[in-house]
């Protein structure tokens, strides 16, 4: 039997994910690659290798959120590398920007997180990497392999690192009952859920808690914080219903807006999130956990053709 060939492994950042990537590469034990942003008058920008990457396994790390540009530059970096002769092709995205564009929710509405989707397959990506998708049924949308990380390996030793006496675990809406009833099982603890009406986007109508939080210290689970709307108003009726404390937990800090105000001005005790996406503000109740060392080991395995679901193990 033929032993296994390993070809070449190069790391390459977009602009966007600069400081994870460098974090990723350290934890992976292998420096970045060279790669220029070249910037014209008009905003334009093209990127181009500085070094040869023929017969390489490339991982283009780069994070799609907001502004578009972040997601323009990935794929140029896609074509550029496809372009070079790279051998294989991943791109590591740790947030999925516009993921929450699923599926047509009402009539004559773009389904954004497949357009995403095709955009990278026809880029010329082999491979797609990221984290806690908004629905874990996109990589659906992928006909490549799609290596889908999950968050909870770096939230629960932290939250068990707290010694919360009456760990209880709430989802701000029906919508994220499957995630938190997910990291519920690993403290076998309850679940509450907060019923959630909305008027419009960004914009909560009322709430109510299914379920009792009398004593109860209690962490919210979600995949995105944005506006931190829904977040600081269900913590806020969860202590207006008798618990003892409410965190909450969210792997992607977006933050637009006024976000970290909305967050400083609430009864959270603190915002635990992860650095898929840097933080734009510095916040004394906002903590970062650092999504390097899961993402360097998932490269090291696709590369030595190992077990991904080996890393989820908490």
Known sequence: ?????????????????????????????????????????????????????????????????????????????????????AHYITAVVPYYGLARQDRKDKPRVAIGAKLVANLLKSAGIHRIMTMDLHAAQIQGFFDIPVDHLDGSVIFVPYIKSLNLPNLTIASPDMGGSYRARTFAKFFNAEVIICDKRRKRANEIESMSII????????VLIDDICDTAGTLSKAAALIMENGAA??????????????????????????????????LRVESEKIRVLSTASLFARAIANVNEHGSISDLFRV
């Open 211 to 218: 379920g009792d939080v009398t004593g109860q210290d209690v």
């Open 245 to 278: 404390s409410v965190r909450a937990v969210c792997t992607h800090a977006v933050l637009s807006g006024k976000a970290v105000e909305t967050v400083e001005n609430s009864v959270l005790t603190e915002l635990i999130v992860t650095d898929t996406i840097p």
């Open 1 to 85: 039997m033929m032993p296994l060939q390993f070809n070449p492994v190069k790391l390459f950042s977009g602009t966007g994910s600069r400081g994870l990537s460098l974090k990723i590469a350290e934890s992976y034990g292998k420096p970045l690659g060279d790669v220029t942003i070249h910037k014209f008058s008009d905003g334009e920008f093209q990127p181009s290798f500085d070094e040869s990457i023929r017969g390489c396994d490339v991982f283009l790390i780069q994070s799609t959120y907001q502004p578009s540009d972040n997601l323009m530059e990935l794929l140029l970096m896609v074509d550029a590398a496809k372009r070079a002769s």
